[in-house]
């Protein structure tokens, strides 16, 4: 049966989500950025938390695990490399293990640059991704603990997926990304019809994920310093992939 979500802000700009299962009535929330707003959303729908899988150790992905946990006893899923910085872990995970939710399966992604062990879940069945503050819409995370050429992998990593995978980030940064990402190429036609479309669900007060990987695939210029003209719009033509992307991610630093 099919994945449910809840989408919702929180914090500043973070969002959160719960994903539910309908025929084990299981919820996970993916990170904790605050456990109100969790609790919120709980209400909202009438589920009840049974895990929580946490992405990558930043405090505004993890400041409302040890609230939730003791009201719900839920379950703490966090990354094994990133576990002694995350509050209340019961199991960690590595590349390619599974972790239920019910009746769910979400596969585990290494994808580290912006933390050093960050994950990101992928629900093959419901072809929902997870990707926590690795991509954003049109964007990407900032490059923290790793370097570029490890962020650039977990890109590619994350860009294998099928085209119609639903991607769930960790920031409302859309609109602030597609400004950006059109000093690169300004030329995009996805990337001007996804600024139309940010522009409408903004006006209409919603958030502006999910959105497809075919569609960041087309626009999102993080995951296209391997196109010739993304790399001829930084002046490195003929360098690796990583070293584009590199130069893309230091020119959006000082945007
Ligand atoms: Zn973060």
Redesign the pocket.
């Known amino acids: 049966m099919a994945a449910q979500s809840c989408l919702f802000l929180c914090l500043k700009d973070n969002f959160g989500v719960l994903v539910h299962d309908l025929e084990t009535m299981a919820t996970a929330a993916i990170d904790a950025p605050e456990a109100d707003a969790v609790e919120a959303a709980l209400k909202r729908t009438g589920w009840s938390l049974t895990d929580i899988l946490v992405t990558?150790h930043?405090h505004?992905?993890t400041g409302g695990i040890e609230e939730l946990k003791s009201r719900h006893h839920c379950r703490v899923v966090a990354p094994d490399a990133e576990a002694a910085g995350i509050p209340a872990v019961d199991e960690t995970v590595r590349e390619g293990d599974r972790v239920r939710v019910g009746s769910l399966e979400a596969h585990v992604i290494e994808t580290p640059g912006?933390?050093a062990g960050h994950i990101s879940y992928f629900l093959p069945a419901d072809k929902l991704a997870f990707v926590?503050?690795t991509l954003f819409s049109i964007g990407c995370?900032r490059v923290i603990e790793g370097n570029a050429e490890m962020m650039w992998d977990s890109l590619l990593k994350l860009r294998a997926l099928p085209d119609d995978t639903r991607i769930f980030c960790?920031h409302e940064y859309t609109l602030a990304n597609i400004r950006f990402a059109k000093t690169i190429e300004p030329a995009n036609a996805l990337l001007s019809a996804r600024e139309q479309e940010v522009a409408r669900l903004i006006a209409e007060n919603k958030p502006t994920i999910p959105s497809f990987m075919g569609e960041e695939k087309a626009a999102n210029p993080f995951l296209r310093a391997d196109v010739p003209e993304v790399a001829r719009a930084v002046g490195l033509v003929g360098k690796p992939a990583w070293q584009v992307f590199a130069e893309i991610r230091e020119r959006k630093n000082r945007f």
């Open positions: 990558h930043h505004d992905h912006h933390t926590g503050d995370g960790g």
